[in-house]
């Protein structure tokens, strides 16, 4: 009976002291009111994925940062993503689609600070969810294919609506050493 009393002392004990060990996040410090919220919708067909997306306000501009990981080894050259504004309620309220231009090789990530057009933080309450709308690839460009509704439904608490994944070869940017050689014949 002795030895239960000391275990569950002890273990009370530890607990205690890890609770008051631990530091208040400055994260916490803040009001909810003024930290923006950024939500990811990750599709798990497309090939990158972004990271900790996070909304920089410097001055009159806003910046999105976020690491972006390429998934698969071919390269991408660029992404075309969509954010889309609700209020707390869950209510739309705006949507700004923009794309981005900067290679990002196989198999890699990185950091980055995005800037889209017209990006205003009107409420305190405003809630952000980013998607990707489009990946093109040195030789794929993958489309979603109901992004939109997929995101209005994520951000009514429904995860199971996903947008359909549809692959094209990409004609236009293959790489200098792919392009055809053509021979001219010299007359004399």
Known sequence: MNRRRIFIASTL???????????PSHASDRPQDERPVVDFFDVLEMPARIDGPGL????????????????????????????????????????ISWTERDPLAGYSIRKATFRPPGLRIRRAGDRFI????????????????????????????????????????????????????????QYR
């Not at 004990?13 to 530091?23: D, H, K, R």
């Not at 009159?60 to 954010?83: P, S």
């Not at 070869?169 to 050493?177: H, L, Y």
Request: hydrophobic share 40%.
């Open 130 to 185: 980013l998607g990707i709308d489009e990946v093109i690839g040195r030789e794929t460009i993958w489309r979603a294919s109901g992004i939109e509704k997929a995101l209005r439904a994520y951000a009514r608490g429904q995860h199971d609506v996903l947008p359909e994944i549809r692959t094209i070869q990409n004609k236009f940017d293959s790489r200098p050493s792919q392009l055809p050689v053509i021979r001219l014949r």
């Open 56 to 95: 920089e306000v410097n001055g009159k501009e806003i910046g999105l940062t976020c690491a972006v990981a390429n998934r698969q080894g071919e390269e991408l050259l660029g992404l075309r993503l969509i954010l889309m504004v609700f209020d707390e309620t869950g209510k739309y309220r705006n949507r």
């Open 13 to 23: 004990l530890v607990a205690l002291a890890s609770t008051s060990w631990q530091e």
